[in-house]
């Protein structure tokens, strides 16, 4: 289910939103918003947390940074391996955080050997 509606999206971001163009009050961008709920959330919570998200996506709110609030019990587990971080878990409140997508920045040296 997860999958048909990160396609939904997906096709919604490439295809349809070139017509409406920058008209999303919040960052992330809804779609976007939507994506990381999916991508960190159970089926049901991420679709909740969309739908009002887009309804406050009008003019009556302020917009600005609105991003996702998750609950996680904390992981005591350590593994030694290398991994790949998509997203940073910002502590807020009593077992919740806060969602925020990584960037992948090019080193200084990988940047003037491109050029």
């Known amino acids: 289910m ?23 009050r919040y960052y992330p961008t809804c779609s976007q918003y939507a994506l990381w709920q999916l991508d960190n959330n159970t089926f049901f919570k991420a679709i909740y947390f969309t739908i009002t998200r887009v309804l406050k996506c009008n ?3 302020d917009g600005g940074f609105d ?6 019990n904390r992981i005591q ?3 030694y391996k290398k991994i790949k971080v998509i997203y940073w878990l910002v502590p807020n409140k009593d077992n919740k955080y806060i969602v925020v997508k990584n960037r992948e920045w090019k080193s200084t040296n990988e940047q003037h050997e491109s050029k």
């Open 2 to 24: 997860k999958k048909i509606f990160k396609y939904f999206i997906k096709f919604y971001q490439r295809y349809l939103s070139v017509i409406s163009f920058g008209s999303c």
């Open 59 to 61: 003019q009556l709110f």
């Open 77 to 79: 587990r350590v593994d």
């Open 67 to 72: 991003y996702p609030i998750i609950s996680k």
